[in-house]
């Protein structure tokens, strides 16, 4: 089954009153026994690169395992860039594999988070991904 864009996984999530585990990923072992555990049990997974494992392991190495244990899964996988700094690291997530695309701007001043937000939304929507968007604390 093909990796999968956040948007119509949540869709059925929500639809179905289910949640949906999104798990960090720090390396090979930890994704594939991820993927193995979802399969097993028959449910949908995100597979996370968020800033501690890319600072260890970069977008253009990440994105294309994950990718690869989400095309091969048997369960809908998605393949999240989670809190994405820049708009150089998010795009080259798209260019790398992920489906599913976080920028945070959230310490940017506004207007520079919501204009980089909408150059990134436009890269993602024209490769079927999807977004999400930080805008300050939470």
Known sequence: MPAVSLTPMLADANRDGRAIAGVVVLGWEDARAYVEAAEEVGCSL???AGPGARA???VNLIGPMMRHLA??????VAVHLDHGKALDECLAGLDHGFTSIM???SLLP???NISTSCKIVEEVTAAGAS???EVGDV
């Open 46 to 48: 995100i597979l996370q």
């Open 56 to 58: 260890h392991m970069p």
């Open 71 to 76: 095309d091969a899964a048997s369960v809908p």
């Open 103 to 105: 920028y945070d701007g």
């Open 110 to 112: 506004l207007d520079d």
């Open 131 to 133: 977004f999400e968007g």
